[in-house]
Nanobody, 122 residues
Framework: QLQLVESGGGLVQAGGSLRLSCAASGRTFSSYAMGWFRQAPGKERKFVGTINWDSSTTYYADFVEGRFTINRDNAMNTVWLQMNSLKPEDTAVYYC???????????????WGQGTEVTVSS
């Protein structure tokens, strides 16, 4: 089993920044692609971005528009989601997930964290 724990969420004003962290334990973190998803109240879970095992490839959802960056450090068993220029519509619970390959859909990932809440005020 791979355990994932997100942190770093909170309340921020529009235009501000947050860095979310996802710490992994239990299995070989470096062998997994990591994804970030978000889910707003009453909405379905949506893809935010993903990074492959060696950081050579990243993909982002269109709505990111260059504002978010995913990085990982396999020695630290951690992946981060740096979010800049936040907008009220970015308000959601953010989840990290691990899978065998990068993917845009939740079913591509077999391990999930519990989520961290991000609220962006206008």
């Amino acid at each position: 089993q791979l355990q994932l724990v997100e942190s770093g969420g909170g309340l921020v004003q529009a235009g501000g920044s947050l860095r979310l962290s996802c710490a992994a334990s239990g299995r070989t973190f470096s062998s997994y692609a990591m994804g970030w998803f978000r889910q707003a109240p009453g909405k379905e879970r949506k893809f935010v971005g993903t990074i492959n095992w060696d950081s050579s490839t990243t993909y982002y959802a269109d709505f990111v528009e260059g504002r978010f960056t995913i990085n990982r450090d396999n020695a630290m068993n951690t992946v981060w989601l740096q979010m800049n220029s936040l907008k009220p519509e970015d308000t959601a619970v953010y989840y990290c997930a691990a899978g065998n390959n990068t993917g845009f859909l939740p079913y591509a990932y077999g391990y999930w964290g519990q989520g961290t809440e991000v609220t962006v005020s206008s």
